[in-house]
């Protein structure tokens, strides 16, 4: 299984960080962090990083700077 | 009731009496708005004896809110010549409140030249104490000698040779909760030097062996609402990227974005972004045992501050933000975290602004003086400005003062006061806040970024910074900007807090006007300073040239900026 955000999505063989967006149905946009185990992966990356059995993905949005 | 320290400086005298009754309800940038229209000639030399330094709580100061004890100054700038309020974490307003001090007001000038510092002991008693054994000792070695003398249980304000040289750029420091670094910095507009105009090098506060008692309209309604406040900042703190990471998390929207500023905002995109980005700070943190989530004051939940040492495993800085990441990063061609870390560490230790050194720093290499990316000249500079050569000491006067010596075109300022880590062609709404903010080039004044997006129209991004500006005015009143964040969802929330604490209607409508009312007085003074609309734009160059990474120009035309705060 994977999780993101906390919800389990079923993993299958080759699967990326984009597919597994996809499946959880949760949106991103240019200010979402994407976290696989406490790495951030960059937007343009998602579809190259491929997941093992087991990755937690986390969104954080980014509503403030400093 | 609350206390003010009145401190003047010609007399040498420091007195503590109660607050007066106009400001009993307001706190922080409000206060400090109110207090420097009614008693600072906005015509004033801001480094003469009519400046005054504010040094304030928030309204809701000694309470338990999350956040709360945020320490606002406030003065009008010697870099901007308008009014400034600054603000920093750290545990200085924690402990103020503890001693039932809402406001310190520093004024006049000493007739004999001297430096001084104040000192507010366990049992409330205030006094001057010579400091002259002090002078030229900068903001770390200073905090290390104050904890011999008093233990490491005081907060202390203070400035390094930054502020005692008057150097435009000089910030005041604070002290962090736990570590005692001073690291936290009330870093834009030159009031380290406002400060040193004073001769005063500290605010030494202890801890009261009594704790002031707040005085509540309704005390069980205000810890309820308290309550239902803290555990909404820190459900949102849960997923907020500031306490999984810290500030450097920016760095991953902005450099993907065209946001990040690129040698000295060319306009370009810098494709190693990430190596000055989370994934390296997180790893070199584990590796050398340094931290993160680290509050700078009590009871925040935020915990958004860090920190980091060197590959030896020694203690290096702290409080590493991205706007020193970013503007000593890649605004200078430079990709090593570390040797920005130590940059940052020999700011806060002289007391200068890292957003206005490191615009300062790549003016020199815009010019030539030193090529982009040379850390190591950086470095060299740096420490010719804690010599005090003559370099040194204009590097010190900031951005414009080195850009305009060295015949660069391309200044970024806005009211003198150097732009902040983001690009205004690619967030257009901070590009409007950064012109029309009555503080200068400020991102804190309202950082569009994250709430509208440049697919979203010039109408949507004025109207996002016209009303971020009002919405920080009354939350810099009153809390941490980055706890506000979270606050939005449910701002009445904040007019219950209110009332509760100080009677009244729990009605939002009163702190939103606390904002509108906070933010006219400040363009009111700035205009009786002398300042005009041609002080609200931003410098020609972001007209001019296009960004590189998106081809978008700051194509906000003049109307557009003038008419943002006709109310």
Known sequence: ?66 | MWSKLSIDMEKLEIKKEPIEKEYKELGGRALIAQYLIRNVPPTCDPLGSENQLVICNTIFAGTKLTTAHRLSIGGKSPLTGGIKESNAGGNAAYQLANQGIKMVVVKNIPKEKGLWFAHIDSKGNVSLEDANIYKGINNYEFVEKINERYGDKVAVISIGIGGERLYKSASIQVTEFNSNHPSRAAARGGLGSLMGSKCLKAIVIENPVEKYKVEYADEGKFNESCLKFNKMIAAGAKKDPFHNFGTISTIEATGANGILPVDNFSGKLFPEYQEVGVNKFMTNLSARGGRNKIPCQPGCVIQCSNCYNDKDGKYLTSGFEYETIALFGPNCHISDLDAIAQMDRICDNLGVDTIETANAIAMCMESGKINWGDSEAVISLLKEMEDGTEFGNLIGNGCEAVGKHLGVERIPVVKHQALAGYDPRNTKGTGITYATSPMGADHTAGLTMGRAFEDAGRTAQAYVSNKLQVAICFSDSMMCLFAFAHAANNLPLLGELVASLYGGEADFSRVAAMGVKTLLTERQYNKMAGMTIEDDRLPGFFYKDKSFATGSKFDINDYELEVLFDF
Do not use: P
Not at chain 1, 25 to 52: H, P
């Open chain 1, 1 to 66: 299984m994977i999780t993101v955000n906390n919800r389990e999505i079923n993993y299958k063989i080759g699967m990326s960080v984009y597919d597994a967006l996809q499946e959880s149905g949760e949106s991103i946009n240019n200010m979402t962090l994407v976290v696989v185990d406490e790495k951030v992966i960059a937007l343009d990356k998602l579809k190259d990083e491929i997941l093992n059995n087991g990755m937690n993905i986390k969104l954080l949005h980014i509503v403030s700077g400093g």
